[in-house]
T-cell receptor, first 114, second 115 residues
Framework: GDSVTQMEGPVTLSEEAFLTINCTYTATGYPSLFWYVQYPGEGLQLLLKATKADDKGSNKGFEATYRKETTSFHLEKGSVQVSDSAVYFCALSPVTGGGNKLTFGTGTQLKVEL | GAGVSQSPSNKVTEKGKDVELRCDPISGHTALYWYRQSLGQGLEFLIY????????KSGLPSDRFSAERTGGSVSTLTIQRTQQEDSAVYLCASSRGGQGQETQYFGPGTRLLVL
């Protein structure tokens, strides 16, 4: 079945540091890929997505590129802020069949310090 | 516009009792999903409704769990004879359609504690 593997946390960075959170997936065909973020005390919200190979999703300074050859969708940000402290979830959904149900990774907690 | 809403926000119950969790999706969204977020299992899919089609119940963990969606809008997730391992945050999401690339919008969740 489909699965998503993302790097273990927690990740602690200083403000303005470069961020990479690795995400790889296993799926048949060409799934859509998502990064969701959960800020402390809040619900899940979409951060960015990509629906086909080589697409780059971007939002709020975060980027991720859909790499079919490496089955990866790593999240990056050039300069993190304290306000980016949250839990980040990588997820996929199949293109056809199975509806749009999301398969999530385990989540990576990010803590950004001054 | 209004987002996905869920009620109650918190629910404490005793083992063996039944509970009902409610979800109001975004108006006009035809697809509705239930997920569960727990410490041990992470985020898991439970059930999916799309329009008038039969629901995809493939993620329900046992026959104690059921869900219905009335009139293509509001959904209720029912857990019968609750067990302590049912303690989790239950999340509802909706999307405009059921295609894989559609964005799902999540509600704030219902935190369930079974004593």
């Amino acid at each position: 079945g489909d699965s998503v593997t993302q790097m273990e946390g927690p990740v602690t960075l200083s403000e303005e540091a470069f961020l990479t959170i690795n995400c790889t997936y296993t799926a048949t065909g060409y799934p859509s890929l998502f990064w969701y973020v959960q800020y402390p005390g809040e619900g899940l919200q979409l951060l960015l997505k990509a629906t086909k190979a080589d697409d780059k999703g971007s939002n709020k300074g975060f980027e991720a590129t859909y790499r079919k050859e490496t089955t990866s969708f790593h999240l990056e940000k050039g300069s993190v802020q304290v306000s980016d402290s949250a839990v980040y979830f990588c997820a996929l959904s199949p293109v056809t069949g199975g509806g749009n149900k999301l398969t999530f990774g385990t989540g990576t907690q990010l803590k950004v310090e001054l | 516009g209004a987002g996905v809403s869920q009620s109650p926000s918190n629910k404490v119950t005793e083992k063996g009792k039944d509970v009902e969790l409610r979800c109001d999706p975004i108006s006009g969204h035809t697809a509705l999903y239930w997920y569960r977020q727990s410490l041990g299992q992470g985020l898991e899919f439970l059930i999916y409704f799309q329009g008038n089609s039969a629901p995809d119940k493939s993620g329900l963990p046992s026959d104690r769990f059921s869900a219905e969606r009335t009139g293509g809008s509001v959904s209720t997730l029912t857990i019968q004879r609750t067990q302590q391992e049912d303690s989790a945050v239950y999340l509802c999401a909706s999307s405009r359609g059921g295609q894989g690339q559609e964005t799902q919008y999540f509600g704030p969740g219902t935190r369930l504690l079974v004593l």
